[in-house]
T-cell receptor, first 114, second 114 residues
Framework: AQSVTQPDIHITVSEGASLELRCNYSYGATPYLFWYVQSPGQGLQLLLKYFSGDTLVQGIKGFEAEFKRSQSSFNLRKPSVHWSDAAEYFC????????????FGTGTRLKVLA | DSGVTQTPKHLITATGQRVTLRCSPRSGDLSVYWYQQSLDQGLQFLIQYYNGEERAKGNILERFSAQQFPDLHSELNLSSLELGDSALYFCASSEGGGPVNEQFFGPGTRLTVL
């Protein structure tokens, strides 16, 4: 079955530190992969997406993600975190077959220490 | 502001009742998606409509139904409400109908069932 796993429920980093949020997926083919961010009281906003081609994808707000087929991973990274990055981050898969077309991970809540 | 509007922002009702949530997509977007976000279930994809037709179905209960009207706005109907239906319901829209399309999320409707 298709699934998305975000193993870290909470992550705390200091402002200026680097960040990596993990995402693993289970899907038979190469999926469409997304990272969304949800600020408190807000809807989700797309940070970046991967469909094909270069496995290192650049997104908004200084985020990037790397698709690693061998590890079924699509980890999100940022070299230097800002206090405004505190939010919840969701990894998602867009599946082109099967009953469920859009599968979201359980999210990782990021806390940034000043 | 994503350009997706949802009404109402908050809704409080009793068990057994029926409610209707409304979503207006971004101008030009043909697809509308509905999601449920709760503490225990996380973010669950419910259903997608594209240009008035159902395109994909996720974890939508039989007590729930949706439709997309000719002007492309959508309504999600929740009936025989239970305490467990209390959640944040998001609508999203996209230009196209496939998983490759970026979804733009509305601010959500918070439903409380007492």
């Amino acid at each position: 079955a298709q699934s998305v796993t975000q193993p870290d429920i909470h992550i705390t980093v200091s402002e200026g530190a680097s960040l990596e949020l993990r995402c693993n997926y289970s899907y038979g083919a190469t999926p469409y992969l997304f990272w969304y961010v949800q600020s408190p009281g807000q809807g989700l906003q797309l940070l970046l997406k991967y469909f094909s081609g270069d496995t290192l994808v650049q997104g908004i707000k200084g985020f990037e993600a790397e698709f690693k087929r061998s590890q079924s991973s699509f980890n999100l990274r940022k070299p230097s975190v800002h206090w405004s990055d505190a939010a919840e981050y969701f990894c998602a898969v867009g599946a082109t077959s099967g009953t469920y077309k859009y599968i979201f991970g359980t999210g990782t809540r990021l806390k940034v220490l000043a | 502001d994503s350009g997706v509007t949802q009404t109402p922002k908050h809704l409080i009702t009793a068990t057994g009742q029926r409610v209707t949530l409304r979503c207006s997509p971004r101008s030009g977007d043909l697809s509308v998606y509905w999601y449920q976000q709760s503490l225990d279930q996380g973010l669950q994809f419910l259903i997608q409509y594209y240009n008035g037709e159902e395109r994909a179905k996720g974890n939508i209960l039989e007590r729930f139904s949706a439709q997309q009207f000719p002007d492309l706005h959508s309504e999600l109907n929740l009936s025989s409400l239970e305490l467990g239906d209390s959640a944040l319901y998001f609508c999203a829209s996209s230009e196209g109908g496939g998983p490759v399309n970026e979804q733009f999320f509305g601010p959500g409707t918070r439903l409380t069932v007492l």
